[in-house]
């Protein structure tokens, strides 16, 4: 009998750099299945946004019913309720950049890739998912551009989403969460 392992890919750089649309046209063209974990800390975020008054942040992590399916674009459910729409709102991102410093979080989203990875052929993209999620990937890419094509990029993604900001205000939070 032989055993064959999963393929594990990885891309990684920071927001607005085109990592999703890269990691989706690779997940496409090779069949593997494309996880997005910004997707996870989002909904992490979005949890503790309406978490119970007084819930701390390692409570809410213990048992936190987070659910994902990472079709061509993820959807996030919380407790089965769908807030695919809620987590790109920027109040999240922002929550999200900030709880994205704490130790439990990142070890709760690392742990959730490599579950949600286990025994699938699987394109990860985030900024950290060649360098510690997934140290021995089977192939690793860093993407990056220039801070105004991303901060271009992420600008030209919000408007279409009808949550235009102006660009300046899009640069400034782009740079807040790179320093984050
Ligand atoms: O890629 P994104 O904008 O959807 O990610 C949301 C936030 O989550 C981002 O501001 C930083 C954090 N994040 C992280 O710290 N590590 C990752 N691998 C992915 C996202």
């Known amino acids: 009998m032989t055993f064959r392992k999963n393929t594990i ?9 085109g990592k999703s649309t890269i990691a989706k046209l690779l997940a496409s063209a090779a069949g593997y299945t494309y996880i997005d974990s910004g997707a996870i800390y989002r909904g992490i975020a979005y949890a503790y946004k309406i ?13 936190l019913p987070l659910g994902f399916e990472f079709g061509e674009n993820t959807r ?20 999200a950049s900030s709880l994205s410093q704490q130790v ?3 070890e709760y989203a690392n742990a959730v890739q490599r ?19 997934f140290p021995d990937a089977d192939i690793k890419f860093y993407l990056d551009a220039r801070p105004d094509e ?12 009808g949550q235009g900001q ?6 400034q939070e782009m740079e807040k969460r790179d320093a984050n």
């Open 9 to 17: 890919i990885t891309i990684d750089g920071p927001s607005g750099a």
């Open 51 to 63: 978490r119970k008054d007084g819930e701390s942040l390692e409570e809410l992590l213990h048992n």
């Open 115 to 133: 579950e949600l990875a286990a025994g699938r052929d699987s394109v990860l993209e985030g900024r950290d998912t060649g360098s510690v999620v």
């Open 76 to 95: 996030v459910s919380l407790s089965g309720k769908d807030i695919s729409e809620e987590i790109r709102k920027p109040d999240v991102s922002l929550l």
């Open 166 to 171: 102006q660009f300046d205000t899009v640069r």
């Open 150 to 161: 991303r901060a271009n990029r992420r600008y030209t993604e919000l408007a279409s989403k």
């Open 104 to 106: 439990p979080v990142r």
